[in-house]
């Protein structure tokens, strides 16, 4: 008679015992496994980029907020109490009030869709609990019809996205930076940050040996070895614009800070507000985004841009030159058919792609 056991079953073709199912070893071994899992887990936590571990310790923080005011247990993560949870931040700040510090403004719907992921994954990857997929859908369908019911009325949320930073921006800019060691390094930072869409810590984290000269002399070969999403190597031409040139910037600030003695130093440092000398140190993901808000402001654009403001920049100007999208998406890192990269470009292409060409 055939033995049903399968714990116990012999493999026919091998000869040798069968695994044991799961959860019947010993007590030893079971603790081992558990080690084991929860030295994976924080491995893995530990190998994400800095500003995303940042970002879901503060969604759990704001969940825990909620389950206080809420009177529910952290694990309450479920359909229903997300729902409650969009509806909760809804009306939150997006900072809350501090002593000597006054309260932001409303929370912005795409930071709320944020909180959502931020929840769902630490409540997966920390308490261990089994959420259906689409365990948030009813709460971003929710997210969805109240951002659709302000897109009516006067209501602001946040800033708002970041404005585009176009050829005719650092046209200006590059006209107005003052001739010396800072107007060097911030016009090789903008035209670098523009010519590989970066983000902000990207950039911050640059490293003197990811910027190679291209073996044949067409331009940079950059090594984006720090991303939120994942590493790329970027190509970056030489420009028809000699004073905007990413690749001719990049060449008189190397020389002006005299970058090649510490090839394993960052890109872009420190410079001394006072005397313009060179420091060790490198710059922060926030001072990136800082320079460019300064430089635009110096400048008198008719935009603030911001860290970001350069990366939309590039895939505007690209989808206006005729490019295809694969060419955008491969230069910043985006994943391909980007909806977020499409949103970008999708703002302006109305007069490049509009109904009225050849009837009026």
């Not at 650092?170 to 390094?185: S, T, W």
């Not at 950039?203 to 984006?224: C, N, Q, S, T």
């Not at 690749?247 to 190397?254: C, G, M, P, T």
């Not at 491969?330 to 990269?341: F, H, I, N, T």
């Amino acid at each position: 008679m055939a033995n049903t056991d399968l714990s116990v079953t012999t493999s026919t073709t091998t000869r040798q015992p069968a695994v044991p199912a799961p959860g019947r070893f010993d007590a030893a071994t079971e603790d081992r496994l558990d080690r084991l899992d929860r030295e994976a887990s924080r491995h893995v936590d530990d190998a994400r980029p800095a500003s995303t571990r940042t970002s879901y310790a503060a969604d759990w923080n704001t969940w825990l907020r909620f389950c206080v005011e809420a009177d529910l247990p952290p694990a309450a993560v479920r359909a229903g109490t997300l729902v409650a949870f969009v509806e909760w931040c809804w009306h939150q700040p997006a900072r809350p009030p501090q002593p000597g510090r006054p309260a932001g403004r409303l929370t912005t719907p795409t930071t709320i869709d944020r909180r959502l992921s931020g929840v769902v994954v630490t409540a997966r990857r920390q308490l261990k609990l089994q959420l259906q997929q689409d365990i948030a859908e009813e709460a971003r369908a929710l997210l969805k019809a109240k951002t659709k019911a302000i897109a009516k009325t006067e209501e602001t949320r946040g800033r708002g996205p970041a404005p585009a930073l176009l050829v005719r921006h650092m046209e200006k800019i590059a006209a107005a930076l003052p001739a010396n060691r800072f107007g060097v390094r911030d016009l090789s930072l903008m035209t670098m940050h523009f010519a590989i869409a970066g983000r902000e810590h990207e950039l911050a984290w640059l490293r003197v040996r990811d910027v190679a000269e291209d073996p044949e002399g067409r331009g940079l070969i950059v090594d984006v070895r720090v991303s939120k999403v994942s590493p790329r190597v970027v190509e970056v031409p030489y420009g028809s614009r000699a004073h905007l040139c990413p690749v001719r910037a990049w060449s008189r600030w190397k020389a002006e800070a005299r970058l090649d003695d510490d090839p394993d130093g960052f890109a872009y440092l420190r410079l001394h507000n006072r005397w313009g000398t060179v420091l060790q140190g490198g710059l922060d993901a926030e001072t990136v985004g800082d320079i460019l808000t300064r430089i635009g402001a110096r400048a008198e654009l008719d935009i603030r841009p911001t860290g970001h403001s350069p990366r939309r920049g590039l895939v505007t100007e690209s989808s206006r030159a005729g490019n295809p999208d694969a060419v955008a998406e491969r230069q910043g890192g985006w994943a391909p058919g980007s909806k977020v990269m499409r949103k970008y470009r999708e703002v302006d292409d109305g007069f490049r792609e509009n109904a009225l060409h050849g009837v009026l």
